[in-house]
């Protein structure tokens, strides 16, 4: 552990390099009183004859004050000072704040439902690929195939739906053919579109 002496010694050596330890400053004593005695020695101050100026330069300041007090007051005493009027004054109705203007409620915007497949409504073959819809002359798998839709073929709705064999069914009209054709999957895969009127 280093002696008090060493402690003063060290801080005065990092104030004389410009280096500060913080935890040094903090805890020892003597060190901190040598890094502060080199800082107020090495610090910029006034010298003497700077204090004598700025004090000759307050004495001029002040009697130059006197100086116009002793100019501008007599002036300013010897002015009639006007005695205050009471005038009576009509009370003034308070101004009425304005109505506010009531801010246009939102207009809902109507909702459109999607369009859904219903009797008289027109659907679209969709998730054939390649291959086409099978129109049959009854609802049912084992049913006769009358005619083969390609995608992108628009139908109009008949009748419907009926569940058959896993799947839903609706007669439909293409062309001048109506039958029957499965509308989805019994895993949900849609082989007719509604479409929007």
């Not at 020892?28 to 890094?35: D, K, L, S, T, V």
């Not at 246009?104 to 459109?112: A, C, E, G, L, N």
């Amino acid at each position: 552990m280093p002696t008090t002496s060493e402690m003063y010694e060290r801080g005065a050596a990092d104030a004389e390099r410009g280096e500060f330890n913080p935890f040094y400053y903090q805890h020892y004593y003597y060190y901190r009183q040598g890094y502060d005695s080199v800082r107020r020695r090495n610090r910029p101050g006034i010298n003497r004859v700077g204090i004598l100026l700025i004090s000759g330069i307050g004495v001029v300041v002040l009697v130059a004050l006197v100086w116009l007090i002793g100019r501008i007051g007599p002036a300013v005493v010897a002015q009639p000072v006007a005695s205050p009027t009471t005038v009576a004054t009509t009370p003034q109705p308070s101004p009425i704040p304005p109505t506010p203007t009531p801010l246009p409620s939102p207009t809902p915007i109507p909702t459109v439902a999607p369009p859904t497949l219903q009797v008289g409504g027109r659907a679209v073959v969709v998730n054939v690929g390649e291959a086409a819809l099978r129109l049959r002359a009854s609802p049912g798998l084992t049913a006769r195939v009358i005619a083969r839709i390609p995608a992108g073929r628009e139908v109009v709705l008949l009748e419907g739906p009926i569940e058959v064999d896993g799947y839903t069914w609706w007669r439909v009209e293409v062309g001048s053919q109506s039958g029957w054709c499965a509308v989805a999957t019994p895993d949900g895969l849609t082989f007719l579109e509604p479409v929007a009127p």
